[in-house]
């Protein structure tokens, strides 16, 4: 989470926000020290500390704080078994800072100093019901979303910040545009273009290449894209059908939902992946 950048946009829009940050964690605790959570006067907030009756309370702390206005930090000490009934059994230390209109210049200087948050770059190939439901479930997690469709109009008027429309007549071109580490989706309303969009993602080598359909689908697919020369091994890295194979709800939400779990674990096994040792890769 961009911290100073979203208390920004709180104090710009609400007047007024509190930063909870978990200052010290001594034994089992649910977040180390240095995680935080932003808070609005509203009580709605960003990020968490763990969960549980450590947040609910730090919540409730934080909108204490602001309400009482602009003061200094204050430090909150709890020990979660007894005081709060967790398992954990550790002891936490929680610094509450406030921030209202008079700190906004301060804000935007640390908001533009602080480093853009890590995104991974996702094409999604349709704006059908799915699409839409997954645009919504992806909107606050770390994607940056090419939506691309080639209908006129087939965008809703309003579209979450991560995510940026593109309209166009040739929606396979978008693949040779995208940088090499993007995830691909393909949800379009017609198969052949599908087809078109799924071969040019395959052919490039993307880490994560997904087509909504059935195996059916899938089985039809794989023989086109052998008649295309594509090699096997791409082939067989093909998300389809695509989601969580647990889930099996088709409601567009639900959909959403699996596949955006799924997105999840690809990015999180990728970054695990790029961080081991050479030597552990090869041997693994």
Do not use: Y
């Not at 909150?76 to 610094?95: F, H, I, S, W, Y």
């Not at 693949?175 to 993602?201: C, K, Q, Y």
């Amino acid at each position: 989470m961009t911290v100073w950048r979203r208390l920004a946009e709180i104090v710009s829009e609400h007047g007024a926000a509190a930063l909870v940050t978990v200052h010290a964690a001594v034994g089992s605790t649910p977040r180390p020290a240095g995680t935080r959570m932003v808070v609005r006067p509203d009580g709605a907030f960003h990020g968490s500390i763990g969960g549980g009756q450590l947040e609910w309370q730090a919540l409730a702390a934080a909108r204490r704080a602001i309400a009482q206005g602009k003061g200094p930090a204050r430090l909150v000490e709890k020990v979660l078994g007894p005081d709060l009934g967790q398992c954990c059994g550790g002891r936490v230390t929680l610094a509450i800072e406030t921030f209202d209109a008079a700190d906004a210049e301060r804000l935007a200087v640390l908001a533009a100093a602080e480093p853009a948050e890590s995104r991974t770059t996702l094409l999604l190939f349709g704006a059908g019901h799915v699409g839409r439901a997954l645009v919504l479930a992806l909107a606050p997690l770390p994607f940056a979303i090419g939506w691309i469709d080639s209908r006129q109009d087939a965008f809703p008027a309003h579209i979450p910040a991560n995510t940026s429309p593109i309209q166009t007549d040739d929606p396979a071109a978008e693949i040779g545009r995208a940088p090499p580490d993007a995830f691909v989706l393909v949800m379009t309303h017609d198969h052949p273009l599908d087809l078109a969009i799924t071969a040019e993602a395959l052919a490039r080598g993307f880490p994560f290449v997904g087509l909504i359909g059935s195996k059916t689908k899938r089985a039809r697919f794989e023989k086109r894209f052998r008649d295309l020369g594509i090699a096997a091994e791409r082939v067989q890295a093909l998300a389809c059908p695509i989601g969580v194979p647990q889930i099996r709800g088709k409601e567009p939400a639900v959909i959403a939902a699996s596949v955006a779990a799924q997105l999840l674990a690809e990015r999180e096994h990728i970054a695990l992946s790029a961080a081991m040792p050479v030597h552990r890769r090869a041997s693994g």
